[in-house]
């Protein structure tokens, strides 16, 4: 129950809920720790101080795994179906989020039914225009599950307050660098980092909107528009040609210092993404017709049309499944954490530098290792 600093209980309308919300974000902020990271020091029963930093220790897996779960299981119990105030949690986000963390740990038997709660509940539909998604008009939208809330309405913040902007500091990181041209054109000018690349614009067939949405080829955008005048610098590092077009900075999306205060929201759970985490659940317990009807959904918005079914079943299903999550999740931050919980990774990043039995995790930083003496992980 909650108290105030005398020590009595606190009573109020919603408490419940907001307990709710708040069990939520602890299982959100555990999971998101414990997929980079692996074991992660585990506190749960009070606010942590500097003492007790230097007392940590990392917790098995395992142990936080338990923990995210009863966190949510507990949200799961009081929060609503549908918020007043859009972009908060409710009670999908947490089922939607708890099935994720079921998948994680290859629990498909429990992740397939929470999933399948949050499709038959009726309060998420895929919206017709994929593109639609990612503007700022399509915020908390029909297919909004969870997404992480971005504001510019103060525009005060500067490089001397970095750390207290309100905005969304990772679009001025997708944009192309020295974009310049009309006042027509659409776009502002970036820092060109987090490209695409050119093996992931392959995979899309024709006809699927997708591809224009995740990906602008800023040169053939500059041909295609020669009243815009761009003139723009090539990405100093990889550079692919390619950048984010989800979440490319645009013109009217920021305020005061605005590399700091960009508007828009980071999409973090959407329904494509749970109907495609349901299709691969069901197919490891073998319900393939569930999975396909799941997996097709997604794919008939891609096309609009069913022309492009995929009836293929067992381990080859389950291929074309993961390989819809990268295509459909394209730069929304799944694809490395995909491959790394399928076993994947090795063989498709290894190419690229991916060394086993290191790479699956981030390394601690230096910083929590001095201060708190915890452990590094391995290779590091």
Known sequence: MAKNIAGETIDFAGKDALYGEVYFLRAYYYFTLVKMFGDVPLFVDRRLTLADSKTLVR?????????????????????????????????????????????????????????????????????????????ESGENGPESVFEIQYSNGQGTYDWGHVTRGQGNYAVQQCGVRGLNGSASMPYSQGWSTNLPTQNLSAIYAAGDQRKAVTLLDIEAYKTANPSFNITYQVAPYRNTGLYNQKYLPRKGQTSGQVELNYLNNQRIIRYADVLLMAAEAYNKINNDSKAQNYLNQVRRRAFGDNAHDISSTGTTLYDAILNERRMELAMDGERFFDLVRTGKAVTVLGPLGFVA?????????QGEVDMSGLTQNPGY
């Open 59 to 135: 917790a098995p897996k395992a142990e936080v795994y338990k923990q995210i779960e009863k966190d949510l299981l507990a949200a799961i119990a009081v929060l609503p179906t549908i918020q007043a105030e859009k972009g908060r949690i409710t009670k999908g986000a947490a089922q939607a989020l708890l099935g994720k963390a079921y998948l994680y740990q290859n629990n498909y038997a429990a992740a397939a039914p929470m999933l399948e709660n949050v499709i038959t509940g009726g309060a998420y539909s895929l919206v017709s225009n994929f593109a639609s998604v990612y503007l």
């Open 357 to 365: 039995n290191k790479h699956e995790l981030f390394p601690i930083p």
